[in-house]
């Protein structure tokens, strides 16, 4: 008799973690199954010995923006509140394999910022100056330099938009984000934390101003805090209350080609032409560019916006032109007015929201889970997170990190 | 790629548009009587509707000119002013 094809499949592996049911009453209720509620839970766990916890999800595990960004990890903001968040997370990320005790694929490759114009040498050199200030690696290289470390990229002077130089961060680097999310979840679900997944918080009680628990599509919730991780979605959770935000959702797009031989070396990011580039280990170069300019929660883009940022990588990397586009994304990301994340307390007693990473959040996740952790325990900003509050925006003092970090985050 | 109908040029590519945002923005009456809060408001806080969005969009390479549409943020659908039928998507 035939066999039946695919019958002498494996078994599937061990679950790294379990699906438990809800139960009816946590210490803390954190709303998003992504990277930075699984790191939250996790610091929360470790470091505030916090476990009688939930992660809810509405989706499946880190299936929103942490499996759908360009896994590039880098600290060289200019600002120092920037700068003090980003490097806390690298220094988190240069640790973290063995923390988790769990491959992540953290190759620290190097990060290359092109600079095409005049005023651009000038502010990626300030930004050189600020990050050393800060104990962060940077370097400036001109243009031989830069073809030095990237063979690849065209650095003649024929370009529309010549490479004049550019800023590098030797420790930055990628990471393979599933691996990172799976590594939180399977130590979470050790120490006894619930992750329930196809879980969408659908509103809140409260008494007064005071949160109580959280009203599921599993049912009603009763917890000590609620803590917010919901990136693209938190508006809808925070209409719920009143809460107005300040932040958009929009699509921002991101691409791969198919499998090539590894042919790029480092990560390559532009803001004047607008693309970054990296080659993820599988061999797949990873695409991404700006936002969509509108706003939407449809967890896709235009097409123009793609074409766009392939004619910049094209000229970038001529031999590019010979690859093909495997699959485009997108995922909903929301933006501040300053380019800058939201993370802290709210008017609402036991309620802490953490949004408004917009295009940046990956790249922060262990540093978001420490601070925001810290947040939720002592009910108060860890130092490194208290100027991202939401009342920046009332009292003036931004961090604005739009026209210091350019476009690409 | 939206096609955006125009109320002056017609349906037109997504291309020649620039986006303005939520519509019915007003600048304050009265500047100096505004507290913080509320100027903040005015300056930073937008709704962020999942669902249909009244928006502005600008034919910035077509006629130049500002219009209202009412767009559904989860679709892309864009609806004529009280209607519920798509005119484009």
């Known amino acids: 008799m035939p066999r039946t094809p695919g019958a002498d499949l494996p078994d599937h592996p061990d679950w790294l973690w379990n699906s438990p049911e809800p139960k009816s009453s946590y210490d803390v209720v954190i709303v998003g199954g992504g990277g930075h509620g699984l790191a939250t839970a996790y610091y929360l766990a470790v470091n505030h010995g916090i476990t009688n916890m939930a992660v809810l999800e509405s989706g499946w595990l880190a299936g929103g923006n942490m499996a759908r960004n360009t896994t590039i990890i880098r600290s060289n903001y200019l600002w120092d509140e920037s700068a003090g968040l980003y490097e806390h997370a690298m220094k988190l990320w240069e640790g973290l394999e063995d923390e988790l005790d769990y491959p992540l694929l953290f190759s620290q490759r190097g990060v290359l910022n092109l600079a095409h114009s005049l005023q651009e040498v000038r502010d990626s050199k300030r930004r050189v100056g600020a990050n050393r200030l800060n104990g962060i690696d940077a370097e400036w290289l001109d243009a031989d330099q830069v073809a030095e470390i990237c063979p690849i990229l065209n650095t003649s002077e024929d370009l529309r938009y010549p490479v004049l130089g550019a800023t590098w961060q030797p420790r930055a680097g990628i990471a393979k984000h599933d691996h990172v999310a799976w590594g939180f979840a399977r130590a979470l679900d050790r120490m006894g934390v619930d992750l329930v997944q196809n879980c969408q918080v659908t509103g809140f009680d409260r008494i007064g101003d005071r949160i109580t628990g959280v009203r599921t599509t599993r049912g009603d919730i009763a917890a000590g805090k609620v803590a917010l991780a919901a990136a693209g979605s938190t508006s809808v959770l925070a209409d719920e209350l009143g809460l107005a935000l300040p932040i958009q959702s929009h699509p921002l797009q991101a691409l791969v080609s198919e499998l090539l031989e590894p042919v790029h070396p480092t990560v390559v990011m532009s803001n004047a032409v607008h693309v970054y580039v990296s080659q993820a280990h599988k061999g797949e170069l990873v695409l991404g560019a700006g936002i969509d300019s509108y706003n939407s929660y449809g967890q896709r883009g235009s097409f123009h916006t793609i074409e766009r940022e392939l004619t910049a990588a094209v000229e970038l990397f001529p031999m590019f032109a010979r690859a093909h586009v495997l699959r485009t994304w997108a995922g909903v990301v929301d933006v501040t007015p300053d380019a800058s994340a939201i993370m802290g307390l709210t008017p609402f007693e036991n309620l802490y929201v953490n949004c408004g990473w917009g295009t940046g959040g990956f790249k922060a996740t262990p540093g978001v889970g420490w601070c925001y952790a810290h947040t939720i325990a002592h009910d108060e900003p860890h130092q490194l997170n208290a100027p991202f509050n939401l009342d920046r925006f009332t009292t003036g003092a931004l961090v604005d990190e739009h026209g210091a970090a350019g476009v690409a985050h | ?89």
């Open chain 2, 1 to 89: 790629m939206m096609l955006i109908p125009c109320p002056w040029c017609g349906p037109r590519n997504e291309t020649e548009f620039h986006y303005g945002g939520q519509a019915d923005v007003s600048y304050p009456a009265d500047p100096q009587a505004v507290s913080d809060v509320d100027w903040a408001r005015f300056l930073f806080f937008r709704a962020n509707t999942k669902g249909i969005f009244t928006e502005r969009w600008n034919h910035q390479a077509g006629c130049r000119r500002w219009f209202t549409v009412r767009r559904d943020t989860t679709t892309n659908e864009i609806f004529h002013d009280d209607s519920h039928e798509a005119v484009t998507r």
